[in-house]
């Protein structure tokens, strides 16, 4: 897998990650292989485990979990709601 990258870039992707910025991550692997997104996607989400295994400490803002704008969608969605239905009781 890392076999089209050099060291020196798979240790910038690395450093990406370890700021916990996956997106920079992305497009430095798409920058260095010219691969697609969802090429250079699945590759980060494979190697972001291996990662956390062989250094937990340097890795721990990388989540396991999606980042969960569900709930806020879903929050301001209720929000809306109860102030559409008041407005009409008024």
């Known amino acids: ?3 089209q990258l050099s060291d020196e870039q798979l240790e910038q992707v690395a450093d990406a990650l370890a700021e ?3 997106i920079q ?3 430095l692997y ?3 292989t010219g691969k697609g997104l969802i090429e250079a996607k699945e590759f980060i989400d494979e190697l972001i485990p291996k990662l956390k295994e062989q250094d937990p400490e340097r890795y721990a803002r990388l989540s396991d979990k ?3 704008c569900g709930l806020t969608v879903l929050l301001f969605f209720a929000a809306f709601l109860a102030w559409y239905c008041v407005s ?3």
């Open 25 to 27: 991550s992305i497009k």
């Open 1 to 3: 897998m890392a076999e």
């Open 20 to 22: 916990g910025s996956k």
């Open 88 to 90: 009409l009781w008024l």
């Open 30 to 32: 798409r920058a260095f």
């Open 66 to 68: 999606p980042a969960g």
